[in-house]
């Protein structure tokens, strides 16, 4: 049974600075590897999504790498900025276990 | 934490049929319920935003009339996907905002497929 696990749980930084989260999966048996953004209130905001077969995507500031034989994935968010402010939440696509979501990342910019 | 439960996990249909997907808040109240679905190689998107006791707010895109969206109760929500097509086939899931929370629940999703 797969389980997603995150760390922190919770981050507070002063803005402009770069800052990495983490997600960690116990099957490697992934179909692909997905982070998102909620803010609250609202639904969830697809960041990025990595198959199975690659290593890293990038859109903008963020950066997120997977390495299945470790079962890890890092979101790497660069310059963070007070809109950045929000709970970062990874999930892994098993081949037909549908998603398993991690507990997400709480993260405070300051301005 | 609080449990999500989504129904069925994994359904069938013909086309032309109608599919109705539950989605239930077990031990918490959930005045807001989200639809997402996600296509093959595709990231989840958000279809829509349920609030209990009024209407649903769909995403650009997605059809009011053929997702029915009803969230009739805090604690379930149903999507009822109408005259299924097999374009329509997809993974469906749900989560539950718990009040003020920010914290959002999801279920296990429906994977549906329409032959």
């Known amino acids: 049974k797969q389980e997603v696990t995150q760390i922190p749980a919770a981050l507070s930084v002063p803005e402009g600075e770069n800052l990495v989260l983490n997600c960690s999966f116990t099957?490697?048996?992934?179909?692909?590897l997905q982070w998102f953004r909620q803010d609250p209130g609202k639904g969830l905001t697809s960041l990025l999504l990595?198959?199975?077969?690659?290593r890293e995507q990038t859109s903008g500031r963020l950066n997120a790498s997977l390495d299945k034989s470790s079962g890890r994935s890092t979101l790497y968010i660069a310059a963070s900025q007070p809109g950045d402010s929000a709970t970062y939440l990874c999930?892994?696509?098993?081949?037909?276990?549908?998603?398993?979501f991690g507990p997400g990342t709480r993260l405070s910019v300051l301005p | 934490g609080a449990v999500v439960s989504q129904h069925p996990s994994r359904v069938i249909c013909k086309s032309g049929t109608s599919v109705k997907i539950e989605c239930r808040s077990l031990?918490?109240?959930?005045?807001?319920m989200f639809w997402y679905r996600q296509f093959p190689k595709q990231s989840l998107m958000l279809m829509a935003t349920?609030?209990?006791?009024?209407?649903?707010?769909?995403e650009q895109g997605v059809e009011k009339d053929k997702f029915l969206i009803n969230h009739a109760s805090l604690t379930l929500s149903t999507l009822t996907v109408t005259s299924a097509h097999p374009e329509d086939s997809s993974f469906y899931i749900c989560?539950?905002?718990?009040?003020?929370?920010?914290?959002?629940?999801f279920g296990q999703g429906t994977r549906l497929t329409v032959v």
């Open positions: 989560s539950a905002l718990q009040g003020s929370n920010t914290e959002a629940f």
């Open positions: 099957d490697s048996a992934i179909y692909n």
């Open positions: 990595i198959q199975s077969s690659q």
């Open positions: 999930a892994a696509d098993n081949y037909g276990q549908n998603f398993v």
């Open positions: 031990d918490f109240q959930a005045t807001t």
């Open positions: 349920s609030n209990e006791g009024s209407k649903a707010t769909y």
